[in-house]
């Protein structure tokens, strides 16, 4: 898709083309327009946050190496 786009094919065509929906295409064009790449950026960390802040877990580390 970014290939064609950069070619200055139709979006349309594009979609035909690759067998996707207008919409992909419309994605890639708004994210290297954005960006300059195809992708967007990671917006911060992944996954679910802590649950502790990190002062409670090395409390925790400590307690559990020295009560063991």
Request: aromatic residues 8%.
């Amino acid at each position: 898709i970014e290939r064609f786009l950069r070619l200055g094919w139709h979006p349309d065509a594009i979609a035909g083309r690759e067998r996707c929906s207008r919409h992909a295409v419309s994605n890639v064009q708004e994210n290297m327009q954005r960006y300059c790449n195809v992708r967007r950026p990671l917006q911060g960390r992944l996954g679910r946050p802590l649950a502790i802040s990190n002062k409670d877990s090395e409390a925790l580390f400590d307690k559990l190496i020295y009560s063991s």
